[in-house]
């Protein structure tokens, strides 16, 4: 995996109160949930996913989004491809694109937190 991707997911885990630092019997990780569906994802702690974890970028690209951690959250492969693939192609002012911009943008400031001083991070993507 990508050493930017991982830096990535590393910042989305650390700004996203869902997450929390675990001890797995093969070293640390962090544990937290899905910005979808809630289901439960697990990243080591250098970054590379032991679940099905990927970015989704909330916002998605082709409509504008960018790669600030405001529009990035973390998703099971399953919700983001579906996501991608049944969402992402629509215009920008599609109502139903844009009511699922506005829950996964709500649900990203819920969960917002400032990085832990704690978690020994790489430099910010």
């Known amino acids: 995996m990508r050493s930017l991707t991982r ?8 700004t996203d109160s869902s997450y ?14 899905c910005l979808h569906c809630g289901r439960k ?40 491809h579906g996501k991608g693939v049944r969402h ?4 920008r002012d599609d109502p139903k694109l844009q009511a699922i911009i506005d829950t996964l ?6 969960r917002w937190r400032e990085p832990p001083v704690d978690w020994d991070l790489p430099p910010r993507p």
Do not use: F, Y
């Open 7 to 14: 830096r990535r997911l590393l910042w989305c885990a650390a």
């Open 20 to 33: 929390q630092r675990i001890e797995l019997a093969d070293g640390p990780a962090v544990e937290g949930k």
């Open 41 to 80: 994802l697990v990243l080591w702690a250098s970054g590379d996913p032991v679940s099905r974890a990927t970015i989704e970028h909330i916002v998605p690209r082709n409509h504008g989004g960018g790669d600030e951690l405001t529009n990035l959250g973390i998703a099971c492969a399953r919700c983001n």
């Open 88 to 91: 992402d192609g629509r215009r």
């Open 105 to 110: 943008q709500q649900r990203r400031r819920e």
